[in-house]
């Protein structure tokens, strides 16, 4: 059974950074695409960036590089760099998997950005 296992989330003030894991288990994800998404209270779920096996990452127009995503395909673990985080980025946050034939999505994680 594959398992998405996101850590790190919490409470932070605004301006400040927090650093998402996503820890797989059950079965390698090397060759996967892999994505993090939020969705905040009373708002749809957004794509926030997707991360190829070989490491290309794409991310949405609106975090303006405030966020980084990164992957160690040997551990098979994928994280989420936030900085300068603002208000409006909470929410909960989720990892998944896309591996073509399967995909996984993790249990979230919430994130509370105070002013």
Not at 68 to 85: I, P
């Amino acid at each position: 059974q594959v398992q998405l296992v996101v850590s790190g989330g919490g409470s932070v003030q605004a301006g400040g950074s927090l650093k998402l894991s996503c820890a797989a288990s059950g079965r390698n994800l090397s060759t996967c695409s892999m994505a993090w998404y939020r969705q905040g209270a009373e708002k749809e779920r957004e794509l926030l960036a997707s991360i190829e096996g070989d490491g290309s990452a794409r991310y949405a127009d609106f975090l303006k590089g405030r966020f980084a995503v990164s992957r160690d395909n040997t551990e098979n673990t994928m994280s989420l760099q936030m900085n300068s985080l603002e208000t409006d980025d909470t929410a909960v946050y989720f990892c998944a998997a896309d591996c073509g034939w399967d995909t996984y999505i993790g249990q979230g994680t919430q994130v509370t950005v105070s002013s």
